[in-house]
Nanobody, 127 residues
Framework: QVQLVESGGGLVQAGDSLRLSCAAS????????MGWFRQAPGKDREFVGA????????SYPDSVKGRFTISRDNAKNTVYLQMNSLKPEDTAVYYC????????????????????WGQGTQVTVSS
């Protein structure tokens, strides 16, 4: 079983940057494809970014493409989400998730593909 803990959230102004971290314990992250999702009040949880086991493949929705970058350091058992040019509509609780796979090039964009979730970190962007 892998445990995931997000950190790095906070209150920032529009246009600022934040880097979220997701630290894993219990198992090596190298056997998981990783993803970031977010959930704003009253809205469904939505996909923000995904990365393959090796880190060679990434995917983003149009809403964050060009502004957000997902990366991972398997040696440190940590995944990151660099968020630039933040907008008020990026305000949400951000979650990292781990999805087991044996394929180094696979990433997942959907919630059911992930078996393990962190508790979330709040990101608030003021206008």
């Amino acid at each position: 079983q892998v445990q995931l803990v997000e950190s790095g959230g906070g209150l920032v102004q529009a246009g600022d940057s934040l880097r979220l971290s997701c630290a894993a314990s219990g198992r090596t992250l190298s056997i998981y494809a990783m993803g970031w999702f977010r959930q704003a009040p009253g809205k469904d949880r939505e996909f923000v970014g995904a990365i393959s086991r090796s880190g060679g493949m990434t995917s983003y929705p149009d809403s964050v493409k060009g502004r957000f970058t997902i990366s991972r350091d398997n040696a440190k058992n940590t995944v990151y989400l660099q968020m630039n040019s933040l907008k008020p509509e990026d305000t949400a609780v951000y979650y990292c998730a781990a999805g087991f796979t044996t394929d180094n090039s696979i990433y997942y964009r959907t919630i059911p593909a992930y078996q393990h979730w962190g508790q979330g970190t709040q990101v608030t962007v003021s206008s």
